[in-house]
């Protein structure tokens, strides 16, 4: 009997010592599994933290902003809104201690269109630019007041040799306002984009484009591929650019009316939009970069028009 009871004691005793050892492994395996959670979740949220921190792109973006209170901001966009603009100037302010030429001809037409100018600290300015560089100069202006893509037609009737700009998808306003500053250099009648999936025309356009967007029509359409149509049936040649051409588009006919069709960043055209075009045609480069940034893609396809025409 006792020899029985020493050893169910020895079986209880190894017993809770192997789960003790369990306990133990188990206890051990737990840590390990919290570590791993916990590294996960480390960089889970330094990959949130990454796409947070990045530069917004999206129309209903930040970038919108002083776009919708109708800010202006730096040097050559201000001085346009006073030399070019139709559209009323609610305010100006100018950092105290600016100066140079161009800052007192800005003040000078303020004065003359009766408008009080605001002389405030650089840091007051810092915060109504929104991290934009303001050259110590920002104004806040009324809505400009685009055409119709209908007067846009009537227009080019009357014009033969008329040059449009029509954007696919473009959504960096960087992007936006450089290529409105080079279709306004180049004669462009006007620049044509769908109204989804389009950069704003925002302070961030305005500023890129260097004051052009004053004096260059920016027209939104509900649908461009019919808008394409429309001016086909209008006798308005609509060339795509697509970088995997074999026409370049120094080999194209590109007398009479012509309407530049450029696609978005990374995406390019869309297929809708290559089958609406009449002809696609693409930019000859010779680096190992395979693609140009659709704003200077712009660029020069403008300059090649008119270079082809003797302009």
Known sequence: ????????????AASKKSGSRGKKSGSSQSEEGRKATKDLNTKKRETWKKEYEKKPSSPDSNQTTAADSGMVIGVNPVQALFTDANRPVEYLAVAKGAGGKRIQEIVDKARAQGLRTRFVDRQTLDGMSGGLAHQGVIARAGIRKQPTFK?????????????????????????????IRSAESFGALAVILPKDRSAALSAVAAKASAGAVERLDVVRVTNLTRSIDELKEYGVQVIGLAGEEAQAINQANLKGAVALVLGGEGKGLRRLTRDHCDSLVSIPITGGVGSLNVSVAAGIALYEVQRSRGE
């Open 151 to 179: 007067q846009i037609i009537a227009k080019v009737i009357d014009n033969p040799n008329t040059l449009l700009v029509l954007l696919d998808g473009v959504e960096d306003p960087h992007n936006l306002g450089a290529i």
């Open 1 to 12: 009997m006792e020899k029985k009871l020493i050893k169910k004691s020895a079986r209880r």
